[in-house]
């Protein structure tokens, strides 16, 4: 059970009831996380004004979802972790490439590259070397994507820690961090 008051639809007013409206629109529900967040309306509409800022970034849709899979199993969250999984499925994004993931490893190196990044800022506290930054660049990454790994990064740190304060209930099925399979041994 939550630590915090959900904002059920019908009590839902102004922009948050904008919001609401839109996410059942395009998800055809209202996350339990989103009626969490909804307590402060200002909260919720910079957290999904980051959420479409990061559409437009030069990360794709299955980066930024192995992103957030990658961070949840990191940070324990269970809510992001399920959630992170489940669309990352709807996106098409098999179940080895996931398990990968959730030990911040790809078979495709370029994104590879991208979550040891990722899990490096989680893992470092932020204070990642330059050297790390250097070595990016030589590996073909822009300034921009750099950019955007970080911010992804900072949203899922958002994503994962306020679902572990307030213990949202989780509404898709469940992924416990921490149970990967085991990896396969390679020939």
Known sequence: MSALKTIE???????TKEIFDELDRTLTRVPAMVRLMANSPAILDAYI???HALEQTTLSPKRRAL?????????????????????????????????AARRGR??????????????????LGGRVPQ?????????G?????????????GLNLFRNYFNLVVDTDIDVPLVRAGEIAPERERD
């Open 9 to 15: 639809r019908n009590d839902a007013t102004g922009r």
């Open 49 to 51: 004004h980051f959420n």
């Open 67 to 99: 992103i957030t899979v990658a961070i949840a199993e990191l940070t324990r969250c269970d809510y992001v972790l399920s959630i992170g999984i489940a669309i990352a499925k709807r996106q098409g994004v098999a179940d080895d490439e996931l398990q």
């Open 106 to 123: 790809s078979s495709d190196d370029r994104t590879a590259r991208t979550l040891e990044f990722a899990t490096d800022i989680v893992r």
């Open 131 to 139: 050297t790390r930054i250097h070595q990016l660049r030589r590996e």
């Open 141 to 153: 990454f822009s300034d921009a994507e750099i950019v955007d790994i970080v911010g992804v990064v």
